[in-house]
């Protein structure tokens, strides 16, 4: 099979833009992955509203503002 070099260069610059685009999807689901990980320990206090983070396993934590003691589960309402 003869391979002129018209054809080489097709097929080098085809075979780089599917890496690259693999490369970006790829990239993309880590990515929401992570952030979906980040949501799931946010913690929003139900006295001030003030949003921070929780350890893993921490079922209860106090705000670092008002000091109020707020459960990891459940969180995103007021009172």
């Known amino acids: 099979m003869d391979l002129s070099l018209n054809e080489l260069v097709m097929a080098l610059v085809s075979g780089s833009m599917i890496v690259v685009v ?3 999807l790829g990239s993309r689901f880590l990515h929401h992955k992570a952030e979906r990980r980040l ?3 946010r913690i929003t206090c139900r006295l001030c509203g003030q ?3 929780r350890e ?3 079922k209860l934590r106090h705000c670092p503002v008002c000091g ?3 459960h990891a589960t459940g969180n995103g ?3």
């Open 22 to 24: 693999l490369t970006s």
């Open 51 to 53: 949003i921070f983070n």
């Open 68 to 70: 109020a003691m707020n």
């Open 77 to 79: 309402t007021l009172g």
């Open 39 to 41: 949501v799931n320990c």
């Open 56 to 58: 893993h396993g921490e």
